[in-house]
């Protein structure tokens, strides 16, 4: 039987080094016929100043094509969910499982003043958990997010894990999305923040029960 490709995807400002990431990586190893990958939307601080949405859409179609993968199996984290669903609006995607997603650009929770002030410096520090310090990120970045202001309707099914403690996105954006497409969209509540950090066994039991087909359990 054909290997299923489970493939992360990764948040602002994060990387396939993090600990999301290392727990699923470790666990997809020890199942017979499922290959992890994790894709690093930027693994140098140049691209992370350039980075975009579409940018990221793209980067992850040309790592899926390089790998070779035909229909991966996509487990989107943060803005890496919103990759995800606008991905699989493209392309062929066969399920999602996304972590606290991003389902439509928020302007990055900034209010006008900071918006302007990061248009007309060109770039704004960030804090990423992937290098030290803060790193530039360009304008560039929220001129493309504007497209990605709407959410979308998902051409495949998928399953969101959302905390209800979650701080940096709020969990009625899941609810929502959920009842709006509740034939395609279903959602776990836990008592957890953004990261999750807490519920590492239930996404573990959602890969295995909901991601990974019955076929490849038996």
């Known amino acids: ?13 994060s990387s396939s080094r993090g600990e999301k990431a290392q727990f699923l990586r470790e666990k997809c190893q020890a199942v017979e016929d499922v290959r992890f990958l994790a894709v690093d939307f930027n693994p140098t601080p140049v691209d992370f100043r350039e980075m975009t949405i579409t940018g990221m859409i793209n980067r992850l179609r ?3 094509r390089d790998h070779q993968v035909e229909r991966p199996l996509l487990i989107g984290s943060s803005l890496g969910g919103l990759v995800s669903v606008r991905y699989a609006a ?8 996304l972590l606290a997603p991003l389902l439509a650009y928020q302007s ?18 960030i804090d990423h958990f992937a290098f030290p310090g803060k790193l530039p990120l360009k304008y560039a970045f929220h001129l493309d997010a504007l ?5 979308i309707e998902p051409d495949n099914d998928l399953l969101i894990i959302h905390g209800r403690k979650d701080e940096r996105v ?3 954006d899941s609810r929502f999305y959920a009842e709006k497409y ?5 959602l776990q509540e836990v008592l957890s923040d953004h990261r999750l950090a807490d519920q590492h066994d239930l996404i573990w039991d959602q890969v295995v029960d909901y991601l990974i087909t019955s076929e490849m359990q038996e």
């Open 1 to 13: 039987m054909e290997d299923q490709t489970v493939i992360y995807l990764h948040g602002f400002a």
């Open 62 to 64: 040309q790592f899926i």
């Open 90 to 97: 493209l392309y062929p995607v066969e399920k999602i499982l």
């Open 108 to 125: 990055l929770s900034m209010e006008e003043d900071a918006l302007s002030l990061w248009e007309a410096r060109g770039t704004i520090e």
């Open 147 to 151: 497209q990605y202001e709407e959410m």
């Open 170 to 172: 709020p969990i009625e």
């Open 182 to 186: 509740s034939s395609r969209v279903t």
